[in-house]
């Protein structure tokens, strides 16, 4: 079973290197590096406001899978999913969102889940597809999950 626990101070630095990664980068609609010093402003931000929530998944030695992070909005919330590089390609994508997604509904009221989706990476439709989410908006890549 996978665990999906809220990311500490102490992430800061692994998170920078799997988001950072250009083969993380290649599938965000922003592609451009970022520096370390940015990443630090935004993720001390992002850990210190309640209305986005980021999920470190865990196997179950503790081993980092991925990163969930939910961007929310009353009883919404949009989500964005990237794994640990050399965790890709071994069916994980859909159990690490699942895990972060049941996290999160024991935390709040949360009615939909969106997520905007390149429709060319195959691998993240598949996922958000398995993970439940229907696409609702084909040129725009957006796909929504009713909880
Ligand atoms: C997208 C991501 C979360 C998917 O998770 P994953 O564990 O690597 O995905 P899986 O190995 O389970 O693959 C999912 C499916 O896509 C298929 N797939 C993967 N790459 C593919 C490709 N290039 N072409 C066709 N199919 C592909 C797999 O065969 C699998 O198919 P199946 O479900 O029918 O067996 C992960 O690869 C990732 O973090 N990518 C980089 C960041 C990213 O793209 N985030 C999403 C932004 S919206």
Redo the contacts with the bound molecule.
């Keep these: 079973m996978l665990v999906a626990r809220i990311a500490e101070e102490s992430d800061c630095e692994s998170v920078y290197l799997w988001r950072n990664h250009p ?2 980068r290649a ?1 965000f609609f922003n592609k451009d590096p970022i520096s370390f010093s940015e990443h630090k402003r935004w993720f001390e931000k992002v850990i210190s406001q309640n209305h986005t929530l980021l999920y470190i998944v865990e196997d179950p030695k503790g081993d980092p899978l ?1 990163v969930v992070r939910f961007d929310v909005e009353i009883n919404c919330a949009e989500v964005h ?3 640990v590089p050399d965790k ?7 159990r690490v969102l699942d895990a972060a997604i049941e996290q999160l509904m024991l935390k709040l009221p949360i009615y939909t889940l969106l ?1 905007k ?1 390149k429709p060319e ?4 439709v ?2 958000f597809n ?1 993970a439940g989410f229907v696409e609702v908006e084909v040129e725009a890549g957006l796909y929504i999950k009713k909880l």
């Design positions: 083969s993380t599938h991925g999913i990237y794994l890709r390609g071994r069916g994980y994508g859909v997520s989706v990476n195959v691998a993240s598949k996922v398995k």
